[in-house]
C-alpha cells in the first residue's frame, strides 16, 4: 500500500474527484504552503490570505471534475487562487487606487551593485507596494501573464497595465535608490 507522500497527481487528482478525505487533505497539505505564499504576493494581511486560500481550496474542491487530467495539476490549482485574490482586491476596491509616489515610500535601502539582495527581500518590497502596483506586477513579472491578459482578468486596458508596471517598476527603483557603484577613492589617491 502507497503511503500518501507517494501518489502521484493522478491519483491524488481522482482520489479528490471521488470526494475521498483522505486524497482532499493530502491536496490540501501538498499545495497549501505555496498557494498561501501566492495569497500573500496580492494581500498583505494574514488572515485575509488564510481565507483566500480557504476559499480557493473550497473551490477547488468543488470543480475538481473541471479539471481535465490533462495539463499541470497543481498551475489548474494556482489559477484558482490568483483568480481568487483578483476577486477579493476587486470587491475590497482598492486594486486601482489612484496614488502618488512622493511620501508614501519607506526609508530607500542604499543597494551597491554588488550586494546581494535575498529573495525574501525582494518580496518584502513587491509586498510594500500599492495594491495595484502589486497586483500588476506579480501578475506580470511572477505569474508571466501578458497585458491582453491581465487587462481581461482585471477589466482594464493593456496600456493601463503597462503603465501600472512600469510604475511599480518605478517605485521599486526608487525604494532600491540604486546609484552606481561609488569609485574607491582611496585607491585613486595611492
Same mark, same amino acid.
Given at each position: 500500500?502507497?503511503?500518501l507522500k ?8 481522482l482520489?479528490?474527484?471521488?470526494k475521498?478525505?483522505a ?25 485575509t ?6 476559499v480557493?481550496f ?30 477579493y482586491l ?13 511620501g ?6 542604499h543597494? !551597491?551593485? *554588488?550586494?546581494?539582495? @535575498?529573495?525574501e527581500?525582494? #518580496?518584502?518590497? &513587491?509586498?510594500?507596494?500599492?495594491n495595484?502596483?502589486?497586483t ?17 482578468k ?5 496600456n493601463?497595465?503597462k503603465? !501600472?508596471? *512600469?510604475?511599480?517598476? @518605478?517605485?521599486?527603483?526608487? #525604494?532600491?535608490? &540604486? ?7 582611496r585607491?585613486?589617491s595611492?
Amino acid at each position: 500500500m502507497k503511503t500518501l507522500k507517494q501518489i502521484s497527481e493522478t491519483e491524488l487528482f481522482l482520489g479528490c474527484q471521488e470526494k475521498n478525505p483522505a486524497m482532499q487533505k493530502e491536496l490540501y497539505e501538498r499545495y497549501s504552503p505555496k498557494m498561501y505564499a501566492l495569497c500573500l504576493r496580492y494581500v498583505q494581511e494574514t488572515a485575509t490570505a488564510e481565507d483566500i486560500l480557504i476559499v480557493g481550496f473550497m473551490k477547488v474542491f468543488d470543480r475538481i471534475h473541471q479539471f481535465r487530467g490533462t495539463g499541470n495539476f497543481g498551475g489548474w490549482i494556482r489559477r484558482i487562487m490568483v483568480n481568487e485574490c483578483l476577486m477579493y482586491l476587486e470587491k475590497a476596491k482598492n486594486l486601482y487606487k489612484e496614488i502618488g509616489l512622493d511620501g508614501l515610500l519607506p526609508a530607500p535601502i542604499h543597494y !551597491q551593485p *554588488s550586494d546581494e539582495l @535575498a529573495v525574501e527581500d525582494l #518580496m518584502k518590497l &513587491i509586498n510594500s507596494l500599492p495594491n495595484g502596483y502589486r497586483t500588476v506586477f506579480n501578475l506580470y513579472a511572477i505569474e508571466g501573464f501578458s497585458h491582453h491578459e491581465i487587462a481581461q482578468k482585471l477589466h482594464i486596458s493593456e496600456n493601463t497595465s503597462k503603465s !501600472q508596471l *512600469s510604475r511599480a517598476r @518605478a517605485h521599486l527603483q526608487k #525604494m532600491l535608490n &540604486i546609484r552606481p557603484m561609488e569609485q574607491n577613492t582611496r585607491l585613486m589617491s595611492a
